[in-house]
């Protein structure tokens, strides 16, 4: 009884009410009071891990630490209970946000008008050309519906390759601008169907006769 009447004349003289919050001191460098839950909300970005610190000429650990203040027991509590977040988090999003990137430049290779989409002698949009357009137009998702026009050494002929794309575009959507056309550095990944139509022609024309001669199942080796 005596030892309770004690604690209760030191808690009035320290004017600490019942329900004070733990922690000494009982206020932080911030102004807000230690264990309270304003404190524990501008603390729960806390990382953990033990802070480096200078002692006896020697930094503790060796290695970079975080900075600011450690964490508390409830904290380091519920960073060993639910590891390894955040950083599993964070790992997530770094291969997510390189897998969404590579998706963009797949889409934007795919949706590229090459000089072999057009024309040499009108520079307008050939038959190859007007079905890229139609499949752009009708199956790229909406997202990626952008197309672009690689550029080539000629200015003219890239002029007129990019009135042709934006007047076919306009006819196929029924709307001016509704696809922008943007211009590209960009080489072609293939080769046009006539060049590998040619390709074929000179191999099989530049093909030597069989060297293995025939005879037929009736004749005799004496003739």
Request: hydrophobic share 35%; with cysteine; charged share 15%.
């Amino acid at each position: 009884m005596v030892r309770l009447s004690w604690i209760a004349c030191l808690l009035m003289v320290l004017g600490v009410s019942s329900n004070a919050s733990a922690g000494w001191p009982f206020f932080a460098e911030d102004g807000v009071r230690r264990g309270s839950a304003e404190w524990y909300e501008l603390h729960a970005e806390s990382p953990p891990g033990a802070r480096q610190k200078y002692r006896y000429g020697k930094m503790w650990p060796v290695q970079a630490r975080p900075c600011g203040p450690s964490q508390t027991c409830v904290q380091k509590y519920h960073t060993a209970h639910y590891w390894p977040h955040p950083y599993n988090i964070q790992d997530r999003s770094s291969v997510r946000s390189v897998y969404q990137m590579q998706v963009a430049n797949g889409w934007q290779t795919a949706t590229t008008f090459y000089s072999y989409h057009f024309d040499e002698t009108t520079n307008e949009l050939n038959s190859a050309g007007m079905q890229h357009l139609a499949w752009l137009v009708t199956h790229v998702p909406a997202q990626h519906r952008q197309a672009y026009l690689a550029i080539t050494a000629n200015a003219e002929a890239h002029t007129a390759h990019l009135m042709s794309l934006e007047e076919s575009l306009a006819k196929t959507t029924g709307e001016q601008g509704a696809i922008p056309v943007i211009p590209r550095a960009a080489a072609p990944l293939g080769r046009p169907a006539s060049e590998v139509q040619g390709i074929l022609n000179g191999a099989a024309e530049g093909a030597l006769p069989p060297v293995i001669s025939y005879r037929g199942a009736g004749t005799s080796e004496g003739g």
